[in-house]
C-alpha cells in the first residue's frame, strides 16, 4: 500500500497561500495539516486566521485544521465554526513545545496531566467533526506517553500523530525511535510518524522498521528539499529540478509582495523559508548569513538570482550531519 504523506504545520511558513503555491509545483503531499490557531480569546477567532481557513484559499491541498486549546469549551466553539466551513476533521495541538505556549497548560504542557487531557477528550467527543491529536512523547519526560495513549484509546481519534521528542527538546537532539515503536504497539488508531525525514533514504529506514505506519508527516525537510515527497512516491522529477524551486521562490515573493505591505514582513517571510531551502546547497550557511543580511527586496533578488543561477545543490545530502 502506498504511504500517505501529510504536510507538517509550520506556523509563519506553511500558511494557505504557502501550501497552495507548494502544491502547484510540488506533487507528491496528500494533504497538510494547518498551522493552530489558538482559542486563547475564547470562541472568537481572527478573521486573518479564518480567511486562511476558507475552502477557496485550500483548494489545491487538502487541509486538517489545527486547534491549540486547553479550555474544551472554546475547542468546541471553534471546531463548530470549522465544520460549518465543511471539514470534517479537526487537530488538536498536543505538541506545541514553546514555553508561552507550555507554560500555560497548551499544547504540550498539557502532556503531564492525563486527567486534563480524558476530560477535555470527553467533552469534545460528541462535535461533529472527526478529531485527530498531534503529540509529543511528553513535555519533560518521554515516559509522559504511556499514561496517554490509554486515554487516546477511549476516544474515536481518527489519528494520532506523534513526533517523538519531548516539549522540553524543542526541535533538538534525536528522535526517540525506540518510545515510538511502543507507541505503534499500544495505540489502537493509526499512528503517523512525524519528526526529522530529510531524505528518501531517512524515510526507507523508518518505513522498514515500521511496517505498520501508514502516513507520514514532514516539516522541515520538505522546506529543504521540496521535492521530497515525490522523490518518497517515486515521482518522475522535473529535468531541472532546481529551476522548479528557482519558479517556486519567484512565485512565492510575488504573492507575498501582494500579501503584505513593505519589504520587511516579505523578507521575513522569504527568509523563514530560507532556513530551511539553504540547507540544500553546498555552501548552505553562508547563503543563509547572507541572505538574512538584507534588508531590501533589490539586494535580496540579486542574492537569490545568483544562488539559483550558480548554487550547486544538493538536496539528498541535507541533514547528514546532523
Ligand atoms: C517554525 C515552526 C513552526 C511550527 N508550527 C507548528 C504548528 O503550528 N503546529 C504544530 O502542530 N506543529 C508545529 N511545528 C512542528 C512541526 O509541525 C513538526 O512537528 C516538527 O517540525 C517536526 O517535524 P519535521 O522534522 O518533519 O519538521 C512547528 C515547527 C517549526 C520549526
Not at 487516546?152 to 519531548?166: A, D, G, M, Q
Not at 526517540?176 to 533514504?201: K, M, Q, W
Request: aromatic share 10%.
Amino acid at each position: 500500500m502506498s504511504s500517505t504523506l501529510i504536510m507538517a504545520p509550520l506556523r509563519g511558513i506553511t500558511e494557505a497561500a504557502f501550501r497552495d503555491i507548494f502544491a502547484r509545483f510540488f506533487p507528491g503531499f496528500d494533504r497538510a495539516v494547518a498551522p493552530f490557531i489558538s482559542t486563547l480569546q475564547g470562541s472568537r477567532i481572527k478573521p486573518a486566521k479564518f480567511k486562511e481557513l476558507l475552502p477557496e484559499n485550500n483548494r489545491r491541498l487538502p487541509v486538517v485544521p489545527q486547534i491549540l486549546a486547553k479550555n474544551a469549551d472554546h475547542f468546541i466553539a471553534t471546531a463548530r465554526l470549522l465544520a460549518e466551513l465543511g471539514y470534517t476533521t479537526v487537530n488538536w495541538n498536543l505538541g506545541c513545545p514553546y514555553p508561552m505556549v507550555a507554560n500555560k497548560m497548551r499544547g504540550s504542557g498539557l502532556l503531564p496531566f492525563p486527567e486534563k487531557i480524558e476530560a477535555f477528550l470527553d467533552k469534545v467527543q460528541d462535535l461533529p467533526l472527526a478529531i485527530s491529536v498531534k503529540t509529543r512523547l511528553g513535555r519533560r519526560d518521554p515516559g509522559e506517553i504511556f499514561a496517554l495513549l490509554p486515554i487516546f484509546n477511549k476516544f474515536p481519534l481518527s489519528e494520532v500523530i506523534i513526533h517523538p521528542r519531548t516539549g522540553i527538546q524543542m526541535y533538538e537532539g534525536a528522535v526517540d525511535l525506540d518510545t515510538f515503536a511502543r507507541c505503534v504497539e499500544l495505540c489502537r488508531h493509526p499512528v503517523v510518524y512525524n519528526g526529522d525525514i530529510t531524505s528518501y533514504a531517512v524515510y526507507q529506514r523508518l518505513a522498514r522498521r515500521f511496517p505498520t505506519v501508514q502516513s507520514w508527516m514532514i516539516g522541515r525537510g520538505a522546506l529543504a528539499d521540496p521535492f521530497l515527497a515525490a522523490r518518497i512516491k517515486h515521482m518522475a522529477l522535473p529535468a531541472d529540478p532546481l529551476q522548479t524551486v528557482a519558479d517556486f521562490h519567484e512565485e512565492l515573493l510575488a504573492c507575498y509582495q501582494e500579501m503584505f505591505s513593505g519589504p520587511s514582513p516579505v523578507l521575513g517571510r522569504m527568509k523563514g523559508l530560507w532556513f530551511y531551502l539553504a540547507g540544500s546547497f553546498a555552501n548552505g550557511t553562508k547563503i543563509l548569513k547572507k541572505i538574512q543580511k538584507t534588508k531590501k527586496l533589490e539586494a535580496y533578488r540579486e542574492i537569490t538570482r545568483e544562488i539559483f543561477q550558480h548554487g550547486i545543490w544538493q538536496p539528498e545530502q541535507q541533514g547528514e550531519s546532523t
